[in-house]
């Protein structure tokens, strides 16, 4: 049963609406940043707030006293201390930590539960659908469950999930709803885009935007990848010291691991995972981000730019449009942050792997072969049957779901197929290739997904400033876009040629101002006829110098002569060519006469007068 309930148009956040509760079952919250999970700590009802990612349950319990965290390294006996203390007690809970705090919650009736950001049932099945799967039976036992997100699962997918099937859900239908812009940049190697923003940035050269007449500067900025590998080569690639980068990742072993191999910093510091500053905390230059950190959070900053980075040659470096961007691309809170409203997403297309149809027969083979495995476990008894288990528990941890999608549950003592891992491994099929078939694709999934894009690709001031600090092009289009921009003084593009360009690439600036623009698009803008103009121009001066001085104005001397002080000075330069008088005026604007000079046996020989 689908209903959709109209928020009123004076209503900005959830808490401000008198007397709406968070309805039961799945809710699309239609908006990220309406203060839904603000309704459900401020409200009267006992409640646990489920949150996938640890960093969301931190970022909102030090937004919000009164509750309590509860994760890995909260004792039960902090909890039960809480619980006995708060006549109306607020947990916000990590996924995991679910089934210990249902058994310390021996009564569950009058308890509410809000699962924040539910989408991530289905986007963590590939590394941990165990978790997941506890997590939802579990819930179970509770009376008011709400799934809660601005990205739901997509139905192709939840209509596969048992845990939903025939769940009410409810669309929050927003009439004011602030429109978020996606400026695309497709790209071959996104990683090298994502180093050239950072190197950039690092040399002061920000893009920035109009506010009131006054040009304001974007001098911090996100960088959102799916991979903690990426965001460690690109510290290591441009230098980044530790007192300028954010590391916002999981804090799992792995990461920390990989974190703590770049060392220490030119200061002897060592660089470590951070946190998400709350409101008024200062914000260092560089945050980079995954998307298991950054889900649900709120970021406050009051001029940082937003790039997201999709590098499709893996399954897990990918983002998903649907999801995760449209999740990143609330995430600046800020309204005094004039860029808050625009991401820019750089992403691969059409990576070349196997082919859609037979992708999907490998997953379905895979599905079937894993379910006639799973029946032949279940036959087997005594010592064999202890055998199966053992591999299927140490298949499924080292391996997780790659080889087939047997687990064992040990309450039921019985093997199955995990559908969750299936269906991740669809959706990650889904994500990777599908949906960056092409820019076609991009653009369609995008304005599927509530983003305004812009189909003749027409940008702002702004989104071309942000292309010149993103692109590393090629010489003659970057001198032609230079070119084009300098053309008129008046245009905001002027700007963009003057602050950014010329400070990125400081000969753009001299080929202009020595050559000209007509000039240089006569020479196709490219840098060896540049170069070699530049260069005969340059010996062109010097010559005239010499020249100037060898053949001062008022004199007159005979045409050999000419021609003999000509070639020694050719020599001096190494330039191989005889001495002619009339390049003098022709070449090097030396204004000549033809005169008949008298020698001394009386005769007269032509000759000529420099005026």
Request: hydrophobic share 35%; charged share 30%; net charge neutral.
């Amino acid at each position: 049963m689908v209903e959709t309930i109209k928020v009123p148009a004076n209503v900005n956040y959830l808490n401000e609406w008198v007397g709406f509760e968070l309805p039961r079952g799945i809710v699309n919250k239609g908006i990220t940043g309406c203060g839904a999970t603000t309704l459900a700590i401020e409200d009267a009802h006992k409640t646990i707030i489920c949150s996938p990612r640890i960093n969301l349950i931190k970022n909102k319990s030090r937004q919000h006293k009164g509750t309590l965290a509860v994760y890995g390294d909260v004792r039960n006996v902090e909890i039960e201390d809480y619980l006995r203390n708060s006549p109306k007690p607020k947990l916000l809970a990590t996924y995991d930590s679910i089934p210990r705090l249902s058994n310390i919650i021996k009564d569950k009736s009058d308890w509410r539960v809000v699962v924040d950001e539910y989408q991530y049932i289905l986007i963590d099945s590939g590394f941990k659908s165990e978790t997941e799967m506890l997590l939802l039976e579990e819930l179970k036992k509770y009376p008011y469950v709400t799934y809660l997100s601005a990205t739901p699962i997509a139905d192709k997918y939840m209509l596969q999930m048992d845990w939903f099937k025939d769940m009410s859900y409810t669309i929050l239908e927003w009439s004011n709803v602030e429109k978020r812009f996606v400026n695309r940049v497709q790209s071959k190697n996104p990683i090298n885009n994502a180093v050239e923003i950072v190197r950039n940035y690092q040399r002061g050269i920000y893009a920035s935007t109009l506010v009131n007449g006054e040009r304001v500067q974007s001098k911090e900025c996100v960088i959102f990848l799916n991979s903690v590998t990426n965001i460690v080569n690109i510290i290591k690639q441009t230098g980044l010291q530790s007192d300028e980068v954010n590391i916002i990742v999981a804090f799992t072993g792995e990461n920390e691991f990989l974190v703590k191999k770049l060392g220490k910093d030119k200061q002897g510091r060592y660089y470590e995972i951070g946190c998400i500053p709350l409101e008024g905390e200062p914000h260092k230059k560089f945050t980079f981000c995954t998307s298991t950190a950054f889900a649900g959070c709120d970021f406050y900053s009051t001029c940082a730019s937003t790039f997201v980075v999709s590098d499709n040659k893996k399954a897990n470096t990918s983002i998903d449009i649907a999801t995760e961007l449209a999740q990143i691309a609330g995430r600046q809170r800020l309204e005094c942050n004039p860029f808050r409203n625009t991401t820019t997403f750089i992403y691969n297309v059409d990576i070349g792997e196997s082919r859609g149809d037979s992708y999907k027969a490998i997953l379905e083979k895979k599905l079937q072969d894993s379910d006639e495995y799973a029946k032949l476990n279940n036959g087997l008894t005594g010592k064999n049957r202890e055998f199966a288990i053992k591999d299927i528990l140490t298949c499924q941890k080292l391996n997780k779901y790659s080889e087939h999608y047997v687990c064992f549950n040990e309450t039921t003592d019985r093997f199955f197929v995990n559908n969750m891992a299936y269906l991740n491994d669809c959706f990650s099929y889904d994500v990777q290739k599908e949906n960056y078939l092409d820019g076609i694709s991009v653009r369609k999934q995008l304005e599927d997904s509530g983003f305004n894009v812009n189909g003749n690709e027409v940008h702002s001031d702004y989104e071309e400033q942000l292309e010149c600090i993103i692109k590393k092009e090629g010489f003659s289009d970057r001198m032609k876009r230079y070119c084009e921009y300098r053309k008129n003084k008046e245009n905001c593009q002027y700007f963009i040629a003057d602050a950014i360009m010329e400070r990125q690439y400081e000969d753009l600036k001299l080929y202009y101002d020595s050559l000209g623009y007509e000039r240089i698009k006569a020479l196709g803008y490219k840098e060896s006829n540049l170069k070699n103009e530049m260069m005969s121009k340059q010996a062109t001066y010097h010559l005239c110098k010499e020249f100037r001085t060898i053949f001062p104005v008022g004199t007159r001397m005979l045409t050999d002569i000419i021609k003999l002080k000509m070639e020694e000075v050719y020599a001096r330069y190494g330039i191989r060519q005889k001495g002619v008088a009339s390049h003098l005026e022709k070449k090097f604007g030396i204004k000549i006469k033809s005169v008949k000079i008298p020698l001394a046996d009386g005769s007269r020989k032509s000759g000529y007068e420099f005026i």
